[in-house]
């Protein structure tokens, strides 16, 4: 276990980014085709294919999920990711043809400091191939792919992962872009909110401060300039009806580590996959308790995503967790 989303076997991530731009995209790439499903809790979403998600739709398995910096402009991400699957022989077969699923979502960091004038077409499509192509076990975490301009209220936000184990011996791993309109930490040491989830000292140790502290409301931004989107894993044999209440249940994750969220500014979005190798037990019990680790694996993948970040090298950057309180 490296304490990654990738500990979930037959899932990788890609990333790539843009330092121009300040922007970039993450690929998940599933191996084998993933029952998937989605929760979306934020004010101001931006997905693609989501519809096909319900679990009434048609189709049942998707290929590859885009994450994408750049607002609207990124969701061209979806479109690179596809085009390497499609290389790859990947995706729903229709008569002859194979068309990859890729459901995505995106976060805005158009103020990320970056040079945005990329011309009559963003570079989102290219770099999301991009991201594909890089996909495996081993990524980095912080400020790189869709989290390479993302920031929260007070501190550079990024990209977070997360793994865990349950009794039965499933495994269950989340990925974060963190780029929320409120705080991930609280009082004036950089404590963490989802510390009391912290394993090994993930995100720096510091457990919560010695005396009580009041904990304030502060946000960021304006109408859709923010959103964390998140994907939680496992290797658990799940229908679509399953998958969905796994991301409800997830989706509490981002409760335990950001305060305020599901706000009107966000988008924020927590997606689901399962690679279907292992059997429930019990179908009700083992998927609460499953539901519950995800929680506190999505939690503790927020909290690394802002640990994990660097400060961008331009003008009003916001300071990252390892310049105010790592050293």
Request: hydrophobic content about 45%; aromatic content about 8%; proline content about 5%.
């Given at each position: 276990m490296?304490?990654l989303?990738?500990?979930?076997?037959?899932?990788?991530?890609?990333?790539?980014d843009?330092?121009?731009?300040a922007?970039?995209?993450?690929?998940?790439?599933?191996?084998?085709?993933a029952v998937?499903s989605?929760d979306?809790r934020?004010?101001g979403p931006?997905t693609?294919?989501?519809?096909?998600l319900?679990?009434?739709?048609?189709?049942?398995?998707?290929?590859?999920?885009?994450?994408?910096?750049g607002?609207?402009f990124?969701?061209?991400?979806?479109?690179g990711?596809?085009?390497?699957?499609?290389?790859?022989?990947r995706?729903?077969?229709?008569?002859?043809?194979?068309?990859?699923?890729?459901?995505?979502?995106?976060?805005?960091?158009?103020?990320?400091?970056?040079?945005?004038?990329?011309?009559?077409?963003?570079p989102y499509?290219?770099l999301g191939?991009?991201?594909?192509?890089?996909?495996?076990?081993d990524?980095?975490?912080?400020?790189?792919g869709?989290?390479?301009?993302?920031?929260?209220?007070?501190?550079?936000?990024?990209?977070?992962?997360?793994?865990?184990q349950?009794?039965?011996?499933?495994v269950v791993?989340?990925?974060a872009?963190?780029n929320?309109?409120g705080?991930?930490t609280?009082?004036?040491?950089?404590?963490?909110?989802?510390?009391?989830?912290?394993?090994?000292?993930?995100?720096g140790?510091?457990?919560?401060?010695?005396?009580q502290?009041?904990?304030?409301?502060?946000?960021?931004?304006?109408l859709?300039?923010?959103?964390?989107?998140?994907?939680v894993?496992t290797?658990?044999?799940?229908?679509?009806?399953q998958?969905?209440?796994?991301?409800?249940?997830?989706?509490?994750?981002?409760?335990?580590?950001?305060h305020?969220v599901?706000?009107?500014?966000?988008?924020?979005?927590?997606f689901t996959?399962a690679?279907c190798?292992?059997?429930?037990?019990d179908?009700?019990r083992?998927?609460?308790?499953?539901?519950?680790?995800?929680?506190?694996?999505?939690a503790r993948?927020?909290?690394?995503?802002?640990?994990?970040?660097?400060?961008?090298?331009f003008p009003?950057?916001?300071?990252?967790?390892?310049d105010?309180?790592?050293?």
């Amino acid at each position: 276990m490296k304490n990654l989303i990738t500990d979930v076997a037959g899932v990788l991530v890609g990333h790539a980014d843009d330092t121009k731009i300040a922007s970039g995209t993450t690929a998940i790439i599933f191996q084998e085709p993933a029952v998937a499903s989605a929760d979306i809790r934020g004010g101001g979403p931006g997905t693609r294919e989501l519809d096909l998600l319900d679990p009434i739709a048609t189709v049942d398995h998707i290929d590859g999920l885009a994450f994408s910096g750049g607002s609207a402009f990124g969701l061209d991400a979806g479109a690179g990711v596809q085009a390497w699957l499609a290389e790859q022989g990947r995706g729903f077969a229709v008569g002859p043809s194979r068309i990859p699923i890729v459901p995505g979502a995106i976060l805005f960091d158009l103020f990320s400091g970056g040079d945005k004038n990329w011309g009559r077409f963003p570079p989102y499509r290219d770099l999301g191939y991009l991201a594909a192509k890089n996909a495996a076990k081993d990524f980095r975490l912080g400020s790189t792919g869709a989290g390479h301009g993302a920031s929260t209220q007070n501190l550079k936000g990024g990209i977070g992962s997360a793994s865990a184990q349950t009794e039965s011996g499933h495994v269950v791993g989340a990925l974060a872009a963190v780029n929320a309109a409120g705080r991930v930490t609280f009082g004036d040491e950089g404590h963490f909110f989802a510390a009391a989830f912290e394993q090994n000292d993930e995100f720096g140790g510091r457990g919560f401060p010695k005396q009580q502290q009041k904990i304030e409301i502060a946000l960021k931004g304006d109408l859709r300039q923010n959103t964390t989107i998140a994907l939680v894993a496992t290797d658990v044999i799940l229908t679509k009806a399953q998958a969905k209440r796994l991301a409800v249940m997830a989706g509490a994750g981002l409760a335990m580590a950001i305060h305020p969220v599901y706000t009107p500014l966000d988008g924020d979005a927590v997606f689901t996959a399962a690679t279907c190798k292992k059997k429930l037990d019990d179908p009700v019990r083992d998927l609460a308790r499953l539901g519950a680790i995800a929680a506190q694996c999505l939690a503790r993948a927020v909290a690394r995503g802002v640990y994990e970040a660097a400060s961008l090298p331009f003008p009003g950057s916001l300071p990252s967790w390892q310049d105010k309180y790592g050293r």
